[in-house]
């Protein structure tokens, strides 16, 4: 399978073309076939299984593979290798067989068969011409009846509640079982997690990650497509609205290299990130000029290909470059990243399309240096074109239940304070329990480090975000508030904390960590410590007040990046009880950073405390008040 050739006049920043989408598309399908079952119903992985058991991923193999050959197909208006067609042709037909040995689990309430039901049906309904209408009438009706186990089901009452609807309407489409109130509802319940500024929730509480992407705002308009002419005007209408808000805002969590900002759950799907970014554009719902659509999503297509993604058997594993089960859940089986395939949406959008015509633009990034504000999640997006890296400062997500404070956690793909485009949080067990990476924390006397579980938002506005949380200690019932503001100043993060505590704990502060397949160098001085990995990445943290020392902890196999990890952090000696303020600066970049730099920095940064009142004057002359 030969690959193309770039073009670095009408892409001169990925020089990647439609012909790179298609051929890589192909490669993924075709390294599936030999891991089909006989009748390719089921495509079986190696890997570790999911909670759902090994018939539920083989299904998972065979629907979220199909959702990435139904773009091919139809972008290709059916002039694919008639192989591919045939491959899935006789899935459809194996898999809904009650007598075979390959029939696919039924959907039951709240199973995993709804999900990839959800991807059987949109896939159905885009290669209608080429694949449905071909199908024998008995195979019809068997896959009719099949996906008639969404009617009058359960779902889980969250992004879920969009599979149901998109089934339903696939089922309605072609004359099958369905209930027009259960698709009414579903999209009724999505309205209840509509926030505003483009940005849902995925379910109660504080959940704002990638699924507001790939989920929240793909399926409704992945429904009006299934709907056409059924679908309500005024419901599409603020669909396309919402994604255009969104859009204007989602442009900015791409770094120059093309990475997205590591934060949330399911980070395996890894490019499914750039989907609403295509559907924008296939919508008419899209603030993004052609160019810049195609420069967003090939970029990070490309930044995952020239990482080793997929491998070298041409296989998406669990993981973000190299296989990394931390970044999975337990639902998340063998098959799962083949959400990636998300990702080639674009392809349904005509090769005369703009999109794929026009010359690629500049991200915002490579622009230059931006912050934005984002207070309906509470986060805000630090960008620097030196480097092209961007920050995501989070005082607003926990992925908490609201319902069951109790069973709060402090996830580490929501909790931390920082996250980026460079960097991932050390999320394997071993290092994830000492939680220092992204993370003040009151630490006891027996080394228990407090969690960040519920995030309470303050306010974010210009260049400032501010929050805080509820530190708990072994063997104390009482709430301690440990309050922070983080102010973007220059290429640094400047951040305040307001720290209630007993007395006898530490106080402890993690800058990001810096991973890759090397150790990372590291060296501490007075209230200072940075990390360096081989290609120039550094990871600073200065203690300009309220700070006593400073360290560097590395871990092995605990970082989605790489193998090699290490963290700068800052720490006080035993707390007096009562209010302590501490100020710390925080940066990550990609420029050079010297020790001497950094040292000076610490030496340079004057703090005054009043009141209510801190005041930071910098070496350069400037200064702020928080």
Not at 189 to 197: F, H, I, K, Q
Not at 569 to 581: C, D, N, Y
Request: overall charge neutral; proline content about 8%; aromatic content about 10%.
């Amino acid at each position: 399978m030969a690959w193309p050739e770039e073009d670095r006049q009408r892409s001169p920043f990925t020089g990647w073309t439609r012909a790179h989408w298609e051929a890589l598309a192909d490669r993924l399908l075709a390294a599936l076939v030999p891991y089909a079952s006989p009748g390719f119903a089921q495509y079986r992985l190696p890997g570790r299984p999911s909670v759902s058991g090994a018939l539920s991923d083989g299904l998972e193999g065979f629907a979220r593979s199909f959702l990435l050959a139904s773009f091919r197909i139809a972008g290709a208006r059916g002039a694919v290798e008639p192989a591919l067609l045939e491959r899935y042709a006789r899935g459809l037909a194996a898999g809904t067989d009650p007598a075979g040995g390959e029939r696919w689990p039924p959907l039951t309430a709240r199973s995993q068969p709804m999900v990839e039901a959800a991807s059987i049906a949109v896939g159905l309904h885009e290669t209608r011409p080429w694949l449905w209408d071909r199908l024998d009438d008995a195979v019809r009706q068997r896959v009719t009846d099949w996906l008639a186990g969404f009617v009058g089901n359960r779902t889980h009452d969250n992004n879920w509640r969009l599979f149901q609807v998109v089934g339903e309407e696939f089922l309605a489409s072609v004359g099958g079982p369905h209930r027009r109130a259960e698709i009414e509802a579903g999209l009724d319940r999505v309205e209840d997690w509509y926030l505003g500024d483009g940005w849902y929730t995925d379910g109660d509480g504080r959940n704002f990650d990638h699924y507001a992407a790939w989920a929240m705002h793909l399926y409704p308009l992945l429904w009006a497509r299934i709907a056409g002419p059924r679908a309500d005007a005024g419901r599409v209408a603020a669909y396309r609205s919402r994604l255009r808000r969104f859009l204007d805002d989602y442009q900015h969590f791409f770094g120059a290299d093309g990475a997205p900002v590591h934060q949330g759950r399911s980070l395996a799907y890894r490019f499914a990130a750039v989907a609403p970014v295509w559907l924008g554009a296939l919508a008419g719902a899209t603030p993004l000029p052609p160019g810049r659509t195609r420069r967003l999503a090939s970029g990070a297509v490309r930044h995952f290909w020239a990482r080793g993604v997929p491998d070298g058997r041409g296989l998406l594993t669990p993981g973000w470059y190299r296989p990394f089960p931390p970044v999975t859940q337990s639902y998340s089986g063998p098959a799962s990243p083949y959400w990636a395939g998300k990702a080639f949406l674009g392809l349904l959008l005509p090769p005369e399309d703009p999109v794929w015509t026009a010359p690629e633009s500049p991200l915002p990034v490579e622009s230059g240096d931006r912050v934005t504000a984002l207070p309906v999640p509470g986060w805000l997006l630090h960008a620097t074109r030196a480097d092209g890296i961007v920050r995501l400062l989070n005082h607003g997500s926990d992925h908490n239940d609201p319902a069951r404070p109790e069973a709060a956690t402090d996830d580490p793909h929501y909790a931390k304070l920082a996250y980026s485009t460079s960097t991932a949080p050390e999320s394997a067990e071993h290092a994830w329990r000492h939680r220092l990476d992204g993370h003040i924390a009151l630490v006891a006397a027996d080394g228990t480090p407090s969690r960040r579980t519920v995030v309470r938002p303050l306010a974010v506005r210009g260049r400032r975000a501010s929050s805080w949380y509820a530190a708990r200690l072994p063997g104390d019932a009482a709430d301690y508030p440990v309050a922070t503001t983080s102010v973007v100043h220059g290429g640094w993060e400047v951040r305040v904390h307001r720290v209630r505590a007993p007395a006898g704990v530490t106080v402890r502060e993690g800058g990001h960590a810096v991973a890759g397949d090397r150790p990372p160098a590291a060296v501490h001085g007075d209230r200072w410590a940075l990390v360096r990995r081989a290609d120039g990445l550094t990871s600073v943290v200065v203690g300009v007040y309220g700070w006593d020392g400073a360290g560097v902890v590395r871990h092995t196999d605990a970082n989605a990046v790489g193998p090699c990890s290490a963290t700068p952090w800052l720490a006080t000696g035993r707390h007096p009880g009562g209010h302590s303020v501490h100020v710390t600066l925080v940066r990550l970049t990609g420029e050079p950073v010297d020790e001497a730099g950094t040292a000076a920095a610490a030496r340079g940064t004057r703090v005054g405390v009043s009141g209510g009142e801190v005041t930071v004057a910098f070496a350069d002359g400037s200064r702020l008040r928080v």
